[in-house]
């Protein structure tokens, strides 16, 4: 094969690795393992664009690179392939969602193969077959099956809880559970109905049905999360979102809080993504109280960080979608108040916490009573207080507090400011207002101040000192078809558990999949949704689960997919262990990786797994930018003006396809074709051509700069694709695609193919020993590869291969013992042309079973020096002369040189000045 063909060598070598399935991982106890991990795609129908595979890439490029250093190396991929644009498209077209999705997880595939992963695909994973989430069902049951412990801090079995009722009721069970949770004897419990029994369990349980305030969009049919609302709308298709109560399945995640919060020191993960998960989780140390509301029964409970601020509170402030607050409303309010509610509850959470210009709010009419001082304090709605946060009520002291301060201030509310005395350690700056008393905490530093404050609530039986947490229990159902149905039937409006031994609990067929005329959700449509209990039916659950539920213990099936009897086995899960590297986007840090580290420690409680976190190591990749192009039309006509000549015209820009150009020239006979309405279009050229203009910009359709990772491997191959996208810069950094670079990539590839053949293309290889410079030309290229594989830094070596091979070509290398190591070295960045050089050095094994070279420091120290040589001041001669020479042998080296002595003239030097390993300076 004289030329480089890359598609025949591409394909050649995609086919052998999947009949040799040289890339699927068994458990060998004889070697280290390395599990690397990408977080599995939604297979949407757009397929790849080029931006998709970058952090695909790295983790490719890693785990070939382990491959060579001797480890067992796991490296699947999979799909996230239930959630809401399937099934978007199947209420539009009536095709159900599993087809579309089946033909994208095809289209998917293809493209992932082309660039030449090497994915276990035996090991591949799918969240919407029913044999996966089986087990997503199963971990649901384990999960309704057990409660939190808090004096073992751990989850157990629900039926030790169960143990402790019958044998001495709850009083002194020390476990997370509902607030309002009753306390009871063993007799009563003994007395309670068995509904009354099982609704007592739901407030303890880790996956609990309760009534919560949602997102509910009445035109997708379904709850979104707050991520997926914005200004009040869905995120998807724009429609209204209203803040609805609904009963809805969640998850205890809060009783993990302050493990998920300590473990993050355990992880090698990007600071900011720690720092956003604390952040989410929240973690504050205070005291809750209660104001008692004046002439009403009502008791408003507060969370606060500062109770030592308790004299300087002037209003209380309850979130609007709160059952207290419309309660509070008096008569002479009530039209301003409701309305505002009306308004108010409506916002998303994220949307109220993120707009801090707009302030709004109404007074209840109704008072409380500061239980410190006895002073009647108004009792407000504001949008800045939410009700699932804390207890949905903010006790305001707007001397020493911002947003308490604007709203006082925007509503002419009292501004009191507390003694200094009280406010040192950390308080928010005083505000100009109405110093005053600080009563019994007068004088009191901080610390003192809030202990002080605290011994008073627990002496009064009106409050104590807590510890709260920002994250809220995550709610676990949509009101969607094409998600995991959950494994619940309901008797008297009462939850229970199907039998292990029918799962999975299948989705079932409907004709429509909207929410049904009754408003419920689409599995209501189903013909017989029902579980039959000694020889009675009884109705389905019709929510099914969210997206984040088969996506947050897939990492552990990849493990053993195959097993049909457990949701890992014991080997699989103790010789794999947790992900030794994690790559993928930061937008998933308060939800997916949340979520899978929860799962993960609860899984580790019930000693299914021997791992507390999932993920050791993560990287986050960042964005592939498009570069988009724009043409230049004349205003009012269809002729189209070069971008160098535009000025000259009064011209409107337009987003031109990039795939119709090429180093910016633009293909114009593809331009008429692309549209109908530019087939007659007219063009004002610069030397012959159209250049296009070009602006970096978020890659989407509808900027036509979206690049086809198919359409580069057609025409310059996966392997120029994948050194290219590594070439574009640091892993990490944001950064432009710039089809116009990727030339340099292909034309260095084809320079590797040359090393390796002569003048006439024939395959030409020498068993000479190498030279020094070429041994040099090597060994520090070993060294920058393996140092930058340590540091994730391939950009870098995509740089030093370059460096490399032009070397190399300059010294008209062609030795084995270069070539071969060279091979190696390269082979996790351009693994197909790596294969076929391989193979025409004579090995009949892939090069994933060689061994990454070994660095020789030796070859890198240098045994001589140039010397630049001075004379009078100024450089004359560059000499080479050895390192291990005396000043004195330097000397007369440098002396005895004969354009040194042209130089001289025959002069004697009167002084000589030698720096070894530096410079030589001669004065005549």
Not at 152 to 162: C, R, S
Not at 229 to 234: A, E, L, Q, T
Not at 441 to 465: P, T
Not at 668 to 692: N, Q, S, T, V
Request: proline share 5%.
């Amino acid at each position: 094969m004289a030329d480089y063909n890359f598609q025949e060598i591409e394909k050649k070598w995609q086919e052998r690795w999947e009949t040799s399935q040289v890339f699927n991982a068994k458990i060998d106890p004889q070697r280290p393992k390395f599990y690397s991990l990408d977080m599995f795609p939604y297979p949407s129908g757009a397929g790849l664009h080029v931006g998709h595979p970058l952090g695909y890439i790295a983790s490719d490029i890693v785990t070939r690179f382990k491959r060579l250093q001797g480890y067992n190396v796991l490296h699947p991929m999979g799909y996230d392939s239930f959630g809401l644009p399937a099934e978007q498209y199947a209420i539009q077209t009536g095709q159900h969602p599993a087809i579309t999705t089946e033909q994208n997880i095809a289209r998917y595939t293809e493209q992932l193969k082309n660039i030449g992963f090497a994915f276990d695909w035996d090991k591949e994973v799918r969240t919407s077959d029913p044999s996966y989430y089986k087990w997503t069902q199963w971990i649901f049951m384990q999960l309704f099956d057990s409660y939190y412990d808090k004096n073992e801090d751990k989850a157990k079995d629900i039926k030790d809880l169960i143990r402790i009722f019958e044998q001495e009721g709850n009083a002194n069970v020390n476990a997370v559970c509902d607030e309002d949770t009753k306390t009871f004897t063993a007799n009563e419990w003994k007395a309670f109905s068995e509904k009354e029994q099982q609704q007592t369990l739901l407030q303890y349980r880790l996956t609990y049905l309760a009534e919560t305030t949602v997102n509910w969009c009445a035109a997708l049919g379904t709850v979104l999360s707050n991520d997926e609302v914005k200004d009040g709308f869905s995120e998807r298709g724009g429609h209204p979102v209203e803040r609805k109560k609904m009963m809805q399945w969640s998850m205890r995640i809060t009783a993990y809080a302050e493990r998920l919060l300590n473990d993050l020191e355990k992880v090698d993960w990007p600071e900011p993504i720690k720092e956003m998960q604390r952040n989410w989780i929240g973690r504050s140390v205070g005291a809750e109280m209660i104001f008692q509301v004046k002439d009403r029964p009502q008791q408003i409970k507060v969370f606060t960080t500062r109770i030592d601020t308790i004299y300087g509170v002037t209003y209380l402030a309850l979130a609007p979608e709160s059952d207290l607050a419309a309660e509070l409303i008096t008569d002479d309010q009530r039209e301003e108040a409701e309305a505002y509610i009306q308004v108010a509850k409506n916002r998303s959470e994220r949307d109220r916490m993120s707009d801090v210009k707009t302030i709004s709010g109404a007074f209840t009419g109704s008072y409380a009573i500061n239980p410190f001082n006895g002073e009647e304090i108004p009792v407000w709605i504001a949008d800045y207080v939410l009700a699932g946060y804390g207890t949905g009520a903010v006790m305001a002291v707007p001397a020493h507090d911002e947003r308490d301060y604007n709203f006082a201030n925007h509503f002419g509310l009292e501004v009191r400011q507390v003694l200094e005395g009280s406010m040192e350690n950390g308080s928010f700056p005083g505000r100009d207002g109405i110093a005053m008393n600080s009563g019994f905490l007068d004088g009191l530093v901080m610390k003192d101040a809030m202990e002080k404050a605290i011994a008073f609530l627990e002496e009064k039986n009106i409050g104590k000192g807590k510890i709260q947490y920002r994250m809220r229990d995550a709610i676990f159902t949509r009101q969607r078809y094409w998600g995991e149905p959950l494994p619940v039937y309901f008797d008297d409006g009462i939850p229970y558990l199907v039998d292990e031994k029918d799962l999975p609990i299948v989705l079932p067929e409907v004709d429509k999949y909207l929410p049904t005329e009754d408003g419920e959700p689409p599995l209501g449509r189903a013909t017989d949704w029902t579980y039959q209990v000694n020889g009675k039916d009884y109705p389905l659950e019709l929510s099914t689960m969210p997206g984040w539920a088969g996506s947050s213990w897939y990492f552990l099936r990849y493990m053993d997919p195959q097993n049909n009897t457990e949701l890992v086995s014991k080997d699989a899960q103790q010789y794999w262990e947790a992900v030794d590297l994690y790559i993928g986007g930061a937008e998933h840090a308060t939800g997916h990786l949340l979520y899978s580290r929860f799962w993960t420690k609860f899984l580790y409680d019930k000693g299914l797994i021997n791992i507390v976190e999932p993920f050791k190591k993560m990287i986050n990749q960042g964005m592939i930018q498009g570069r988009s192009n724009f043409v230049y039309r004349i205003k009012g006509t269809n002729t189209f003006v070069s971008h160098g000549l535009r000025k000259d015209h009064d011209t409107a820009a337009m987003h031109v396809d990039v795939n119709i150009v090429h180093n910016d020239q633009l293909d114009l006979d593809k331009f008429k074709a692309w549209r109908p309405d530019l087939a007659d279009a007219e063009f004002i050229l610069e030397d012959g051509k159209y250049l296009c203009g070009a602006e970096v910009e978020k890659m989407s359709k509808s900027k036509y700069n979206v690049v086809n990772p198919d359409d580069i491997i057609e025409r310059y191959g996966a392997d120029t694709l994948r050194l290219y996208e590594m070439f574009l810069g640091p892993l990490e950094q944001f950064k432009p695609w710039n089809t116009n670079g990727i030339d340099g990539v292909s034309k260095f590839l084809k320079k590797l193919w040359r090393l390796f053949h002569d003048k006439n293309g024939n395959f030409s290889i020498s068993n000479a020993n190498p030279t020094k410079e070429e041994l040099k030309t090597l060994h520090k290229t070993i060294k920058k590869a393996e140092e930058d594989m340590n540091n994730y830094s391939f950009n870098t070596s995509v740089s030093s291969f370059m460096i490399c091979v032009n070397e190399l070509s300059a010294l008209k290398c062609n030795k084995r013992d270069i070539l071969e190591p060279l091979t190696i070295i390269i082979s996790p960045y351009a693994p197909h042309i790596a294969e076929e050089l391989w193979s025409l050095l004579g090995h009949d094994r892939s090069v994933l079973e060689a061994r990454f070279p070994q660095f020789n420091e030796e070859f890198l120290t240098e045994d001589a020096h140039e010397y630049p040589i001075s004379i009078n001041g100024k450089m004359r001669v560059k000499l080479p002369i050895s390192l291990s020479l005396s000043k004195e042998e330097i000397e007369k080296t440098a002396l005895a040189d004969a354009n040194v002595q042209k130089w001289l003239d025959g002069k004697t030097p009167k002084k000589i000045i030698v720096v070894p390993g530096k410079i030589v300076n001669i004065v005549v």
